[in-house]
C-alpha cells in the first residue's frame, strides 16, 4: 500500500517532537490526522488550529486534519476512531517534565498512564493494533510493561517503543521548533533563551561529575533524525506486517559536556552564553548515550546531524521567533 492512504493518527502532533514528525510523515506522503488538547501548544483565538501545525501545512503545502481533543477523555476517542479508520497510531501526548511530575504525580498518572490505557482500548475496539510510542518519564517503564502484556495477549499487536535521548534543535527552516511554556527545564531551550536576551545567565548544575570535564554528558539528536525515527518505524510496521513488542533507542551514540554544548553553541551562534556553576540538580545523573545500533540493524535508520547543526537549527528557530509561536 502506498504511504499516501497510510492513515496515521498522531496523539500530541502539536508538541516539539509531534509537530517535527507530523512534518516528516507528511512529506513521505502519509495522511496524519492530529490530536492534542493544546496543554502546551499556541493557538491564536482566530483559528482552530495551533500555530506550528498551520506552519507545517505551509511548509509541506498539505492539509492537516486537526482536532482538539484530551486522550483522558474516552468517549471523543471513540468519535474520533468512529470517524476516521487509522491504519497507524503514534502516540506522544503525554506530560514530561520531571520537576512537575514530582508535584502533581496524579496528573501523570492520569493523562501518562491511563491516557494511554483510553488510547489502546479504541485502538482494540476498532481494530487498529498498529502503535508506535514514546512514554516519558517516570511512566514509561509501567506504559512498556502494559504494552508488552498487551502484545502478549493477542498477536495481532504490533508495537515499537522508541526510547528517545536528548532531543534538540529545529527543523532547518527555522519555522517549527521548541516553544517551552515558562522557565525551560531543559539545556538546549535555556541556552537558546539566554542567546537571544531572554534570559540573562545558564545555571549549570555542578561541575564535579565523573566526566571529563565534570558537567553532565548527554547524547543529544537532532529534532529532525528523530522526527525521522518515528518514519523509518511507521515504514518497518507496514512492510514487514511486524507483529509483537519492539523497543528502539534513538540517538548518535556520543555524549556531549554542558561545556561543549555551550561552546558549539557560541560557535555555530557567534553569541556569548555566559554562566555560572551552581548546585548540581537533584535526580541528574553524570552521563548518558544511546546505543542506538539495533535501530539502524532493523530499521535501516541512524542520526544524521552532529552537535554543530542542532545548535544551528536551534539558533535559527530562536532568533526568527524570540518569543515562540506567540507572535
Ligand atoms: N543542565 C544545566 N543547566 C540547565 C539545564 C540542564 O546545566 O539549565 C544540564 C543537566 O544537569 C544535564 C544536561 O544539562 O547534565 C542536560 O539536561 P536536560 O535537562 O537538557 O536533559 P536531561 O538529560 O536531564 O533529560
Not at 512534518?23 to 506522503?29: I, S
Not at 479508520?85 to 501526548?93: E, G, N, P, R
Request: some cysteine; aromatic content about 10%; hydrophobic content about 35%.
Amino acid at each position: 500500500m502506498a504511504n499516501k492512504s497510510w492513515k496515521v493518527l498522531v496523539t500530541g502532533g502539536a508538541g516539539y517532537i509531534g509537530s517535527h514528525t507530523v512534518l516528516e510523515l507528511l512529506q513521505a506522503d502519509f495522511e496524519v490526522v492530529v490530536i492534542d488538547n493544546l496543554s502546551n501548544a499556541y493557538k491564536d483565538d482566530n483559528n482552530i488550529k495551533p500555530e506550528c501545525i498551520l506552519r507545517i501545512e505551509k511548509l509541506t503545502n498539505k492539509k492537516i486534519v486537526f482536532i482538539q481533543c484530551d486522550i483522558t477523555n474516552l468517549n471523543e476517542l471513540r468519535d474520533i476512531f468512529k470517524k476516521h479508520k487509522f491504519h497507524s497510531v503514534i502516540h506522544f501526548a503525554a506530560l514530561k517534565a520531571v520537576g512537575e511530575s514530582c508535584e502533581k504525580p496524579l496528573e501523570y498518572y492520569k493523562t501518562n498512564v491511563c491516557g494511554t490505557l483510553n488510547l489502546l482500548k479504541v485502538m482494540r475496539d476498532f481494530n487498529v493494533k498498529c502503535n508506535c510510542t514514546n512514554p516519558y518519564g517516570k511512566t514509561k517503564y509501567m506504559v512498556e510493561e502494559i504494552l508488552k502484556d498487551l502484545c502478549t495477549s493477542n498477536q495481532e499487536w504490533s508495537v515499537i517503543s522508541l526510547r528517545y535521548f536528548n532531543p534538540v534543535g529545529a527543523h532547518s527552516s527555522g519555522q517549527i521548533g521548541e516553544d517551552p511554556n515558562g522557565v525551560p527545564n531543559n539545556l538546549m531551550p535555556y541556552i537558546a533563551q539566554v542567546s537571544v536576551g531572554k534570559r540573562e545567565i545558564l545555571y549549570i548544575y555542578g561541575n564535579d561529575y565523573d566526566t571529563p570535564d565534570g558537567t553532565g554528558v548527554r547524547d543529544y539528536i537532532h529534532i529532525t533524525d528523530l522526527a525521522m525515527g518515528h518514519v523509518k518505524a511507521m515504514i518497518y510496521q507496514k512492510i514487514h506486517n511486524s507483529t509483537g513488542f519492539k523497543v528502539f533507542n534513538l540517538g548518535t551514540g556520543k555524549g556531549y559536556s554542558v561545556l561543549e554544548v555551550i561552546q558549539a553553541f557560541e560557535k555555530a551562534s557567534g553569541q556569548k552564553i555566559p554562566y555560572k556553576i551552581v548546585e548540581r540538580r537533584a535526580g541528574d545523573i553524570s552521563a548518558s548515550y544511546a546505543d542506538a545500533s539495533l535501530a539502524n540493524k532493523e530499521l535501516g535508520w541512524q542520526a544524521t546531524k552532529n552537535i554543530g547543526d542542532m545548535c544551528l537549527d536551534t539558533w535559527k528557530w530562536q532568533q526568527n521567533n524570540p518569543n515562540g509561536y506567540k507572535r
